[in-house]
């Protein structure tokens, strides 16, 4: 079954528009959600780690926050750079692997 | 400057044929995985090994085949038996299971 769902599946915004990106999870025993961003054809490149709710990242227009059932990214006042597909994944307590939500691919107008 | 490196970008496989991915790795990271990418779907791991000499099956093992005989190397090896092959193949790093994974960029695999 599907444990972690990305919304929009699209974004489209004006530059300096900003927005959030939703991933949700339904899985218990979270150990850590992972945001990652991926350019066309190139591997994802890691932003953030959140480990329990209420835990916030932050790195230059982008936040990460973390409720108990969901992690949203805030992009403010993006920029055409930040046109890419972002995607999710959480770590359960008793795994070893990631599962990866679908993403969200983002795209800035100047 | 440390990273990790796949090879080739673009790989080509004739029916029947196995193929094999290489990635290597500069950042002394005891951990290594590889996914395979689809369009519109997360990431899938095949297989990921956590130690030299040391390797376990991940969700979608079915058809590839890996070896790690040095630290550095994790070589993923698509075989015939893999009857849908066509995607986007990336290989991971991390110091440890439980620290962030990082990407190289990737083997786009294609059938001729």
């Known amino acids: 079954e599907d444990q972690v769902t990305q919304s929009p599946e699209a974004l489209r915004l004006q530059e300096g528009e900003s927005s959030s990106l939703n991933c949700s999870y339904t899985?218990?025993?979270?150990?850590?959600l992972f945001w990652y961003r991926q350019d066309p054809g190139k591997g994802p490149e890691f932003l953030f780690t959140l480990y329990s709710a209420g835990e916030e990242k932050e790195k230059e227009r982008l936040k990460a926050t973390l409720t108990k059932k969901e992690s949203f990214l805030h992009i403010t006042a993006p920029k055409p750079e930040d046109s890419a597909t972002y995607l999710c994944a959480v770590r359960l307590s008793n795994d070893y692997k990631l599962s990866f939500g679908a993403g969200t691919t983002v795209t800035v107008r100047a | 400057d440390g990273g990790i490196t796949q090879s080739p970008k673009y790989l080509f496989r004739k029916e029947g044929q196995n193929v094999t991915l290489s990635c290597e790795q500069n950042l002394n990271h005891d951990a290594m995985y590889w996914y395979r990418q689809d369009p519109g779907q997360g990431l899938r791991l095949i297989y990921y090994s956590q130690i030299v000499n040391d390797f376990q099956k991940g969700d979608i093992a079915e058809g590839y085949s890996v070896s790690r005989e040095k630290k550095e190397s994790f070589p993923l090896t698509v075989t015939s038996a893999q009857k849908n092959p066509t995607a986007f193949y990336l290989c991971?790093?991390?110091?440890?299971?439980?620290?962030?994974?990082?990407f190289g960029d990737g083997t786009r695999l294609s059938i001729l």
């Open positions: 991971a790093s991390s110091i440890s299971t439980n620290q962030p994974q990082h």
């Open positions: 899985v218990s025993g979270l150990r850590g």
